[in-house]
């Protein structure tokens, strides 16, 4: 079936490192992907996202790359702190019904 | 979190009693959602309202039903709880972030449900 997931479930960073996370989709339908940060006890909150058009797109200390060749997506955080701590979920939308498909997380853990 | 709030935020009940989760949103969204998160499952969605009145059923909607009256109310029924829907609930909106961005889903803090 369709899916969205990412590659390891647990990544731990040095703080100051910059961390990669992963995640491979299955859908080539998908319009726009989607980086989601959920804090322990909230609601995952919006980091970034990139249309399936692009290759690259850039924000504030985070960079998401998206390699439709091999369907997969990554997000790029530099100079990780403390507060980056948290699970980060990659999505998938398509247009047509803007239903969010979700992978099952990863969970960051920053080292001091 | 964006003029979203769920209510209650954490509910401990029976099996067998009906439960109804609310969202309440304040800036005159058309779409909600309602998604659960479990461990190893990610967010998956149980059923999204498009306009007062106008639902459809998510990948997880069995054991749930929903209501939308009126526009800033999305309410999440479980008529019959069962121990497997003891969860973390959350609300979500569709919002547009930007003009070349895609309508991204702003989620409410959650409502955390056991069912003993």
């Known amino acids: 079936g369709e899916s969205v997931g990412l590659h390891l479930p647990t990544l731990s960073v040095q703080e100051g490192d910059n961390s990669i996370i992963n995640c491979a989709y299955s859908n080539s339908a998908s319009d726009y992907f989607i980086w989601y940060k959920q804090e322990s006890g909230k609601g995952p909150q919006f980091i970034i996202d990139?249309?399936?058009?692009?290759d690259k797109r850039q924000g504030q200390r985070v960079t998401v790359l998206l390699n439709k060749t091999v369907k997969h997506l990554s997000l790029q955080i530099a100079a990780t702190q403390p507060g980056d701590s948290a699970v980060y979920f990659c999505?998938?939308?398509?247009?047509?019904?803007?239903?969010?498909?979700f992978g099952a997380g990863t969970t960051v853990t920053v080292r001091a | 979190d964006a003029g979203i709030t769920q209510s209650p935020r954490h509910k401990v009940t029976e099996t067998g009693t009906p439960v109804t989760l609310r969202c309440h949103q304040t800036e005159n969204h058309r779409y909600m959602y309602w998604y659960r998160q479990d461990p190893g499952h990610g967010l998956r969605l149980i059923h999204y309202?498009?306009?007062?009145?106008?639902?459809d059923k998510g990948e997880v909607s069995d054991g749930y039903s929903v209501s939308r009256s009126k526009t800033e109310d999305f309410l999440l029924t479980l008529e019959s709880a069962t121990s497997s829907q003891t969860s973390v609930y959350f609300c979500?909106?569709?919002?547009?972030?930007?003009?070349?961005?895609?309508?991204?889903?702003?989620f409410g803090a959650g409502s955390r449900l056991t069912v003993l």
């Open positions: 979500a909106i569709r919002d547009q972030r930007d003009a070349s961005g895609a309508n991204v889903l702003t």
């Open positions: 999505a998938e939308i398509r247009s047509n019904d803007y239903k969010l498909s």
């Open positions: 990139i249309r399936s058009n692009m």
């Open positions: 309202s498009y306009g007062v009145k106008d639902t």
